[in-house]
């Protein structure tokens, strides 16, 4: 789960417990349980949670903390504006598992808690941080395979199951498995298609239409604002989420790969191609 987040590819292998942010704010672990639960508040403003029912409760954060794990907070004039909770994945000593990112949107905050956040896992020996987010919400997507570089390593279906706040109620909690290597440069931003990519499903007057996907890259759109659809069209939001499931993760159950994401709103697949 992840929400409105971003990073950088700061080289930087040390972190402090509290440190100042290139956008202004200060980003810092948080320990206290009073912390705990001004970030749960938060993780329920953004998500539209129901009153008790955050996305992640204090006690759990608490847990997580007090076992070893990345669970911090960024402030802007004392006032807590994002956090990020993440812990310890396999392959154990290499892998980093960021859980949930929640941030205000529009102002680096994001950024800055994933450059803390890459700072903490390198400053321990880790490698790679790994994530799951909605392959459906395109500036999610664009911020973690352009602007982080990290690249999608499966499709998950109903990965969450039934979900019933705001942002996801009413859809199916299908995901994609992000992994963020930390030592790789950062790809262009701007990929170039090669010639004979093919549009494996196309966004067609705000509706999915599928095309051939035999092409040895494949273009898959993804919706303009997914969330709004869910909200003013759920037919036709339940039709992208259906049709990048068969698409998109039937290209990576194959063993494609995505390589990058053109033009933000559709992602660039490339088949393994074998030689001969």
Same mark, same amino acid.
């Given at each position: 789960?992840?929400? %409105?987040?971003?990073?950088?590819?700061? %080289?930087?292998?040390?972190?402090?417990?509290?440190?100042?942010?290139?956008?202004?704010?200060?980003?810092?672990?948080?320990?206290?349980? $009073?912390?705990?639960?001004?970030?749960?508040?938060?993780?329920?403003?953004?998500?539209?949670?129901?009153?008790?029912?955050?996305?992640?409760?204090? $006690?759990?954060?608490?847990?997580?903390?007090? /076992? #070893?794990?990345?669970?911090?907070?960024?402030?802007?004039?004392?006032?807590?504006?994002?956090?990020?909770?993440? !812990? !310890?994945?396999?392959?154990?000593? +290499? +892998?980093?598992?960021?859980?949930?990112? #929640?941030?205000?949107?529009?102002?680096?905050? *994001?950024?800055?808690?994933?450059?803390?956040?890459?700072?903490?896992?390198?400053?321990? *020996?880790?490698?790679?941080?790994?994530?799951?987010?909605?392959?459906?919400?395109?500036?999610?997507?664009? !911020?973690? @395979?352009?602007?982080?570089?990290?690249?999608?390593?499966?499709?998950?279906?109903?990965?969450?199951? /039934?979900?019933?706040?705001?942002?996801?109620?009413?859809?199916?909690?299908? =995901?994609?498995?992000?992994?963020?290597? @930390?030592?790789?440069?950062?790809?262009?931003?701007?990929?170039?298609?090669?010639?004979? /990519?093919?549009?494996?499903?196309?966004?067609?007057?705000?509706?999915?239409?599928?095309?051939?996907?035999?092409?040895?890259?494949? &273009?898959?759109?993804?919706?303009?604002?997914?969330? /709004?659809?869910?909200?003013?069209?759920?037919?036709?939001?339940?039709?992208?989420? &259906?049709?990048?499931?068969?698409?998109?993760?039937?290209?990576?159950?194959? *063993?494609?790969?995505?390589? *990058? !994401?053109?033009? =933000?709103?559709?992602?660039?697949?490339?088949?393994?191609?074998?030689?001969?």
């Amino acid at each position: 789960m992840n929400g %409105p987040s971003a990073a950088t590819n700061s %080289p930087s292998t040390a972190t402090n417990s509290q440190s100042p942010a290139t956008n202004g704010s200060t980003i810092r672990e948080l320990h206290g349980m $009073e912390d705990f639960d001004a970030v749960s508040d938060l993780y329920a403003e953004i998500w539209g949670s129901e009153p008790g029912t955050s996305p992640l409760s204090a $006690e759990a954060m608490r847990a997580l903390s007090h /076992a #070893g794990n990345y669970v911090a907070g960024a402030y802007e004039d004392g006032r807590l504006v994002g956090a990020s909770v993440a !812990f !310890f994945g396999e392959p154990i000593g +290499t +892998t980093l598992h960021s859980h949930i990112t #929640g941030a205000v949107m529009g102002r680096g905050v *994001g950024l800055a808690l994933k450059t803390h956040q890459r700072q903490w896992a390198l400053a321990r *020996g880790l490698r790679r941080i790994t994530w799951t987010y909605d392959p459906l919400v395109r500036r999610n997507a664009y !911020f973690n @395979l352009v602007k982080l570089g990290a690249r999608p390593e499966a499709y998950l279906t109903s990965f969450y199951g /039934a979900m019933d706040d705001a942002i996801n109620g009413g859809d199916e909690s299908d =995901r994609m498995l992000a992994a963020w290597d @930390l030592t790789a440069p950062t790809p262009p931003e701007v990929i170039e298609l090669p010639a004979g /990519a093919a549009h494996g499903l196309r966004d067609r007057g705000g509706r999915p239409e599928t095309g051939a996907s035999d092409a040895d890259t494949v &273009l898959v759109d993804i919706p303009d604002d997914i969330e /709004a659809l869910r909200r003013t069209d759920p037919g036709a939001a339940r039709a992208w989420r &259906l049709a990048v499931r068969q698409t998109l993760g039937g290209l990576l159950a194959e *063993g494609a790969r995505v390589v *990058g !994401f053109h033009e =933000r709103r559709r992602y660039v697949v490339q088949r393994t191609i074998t030689p001969a």
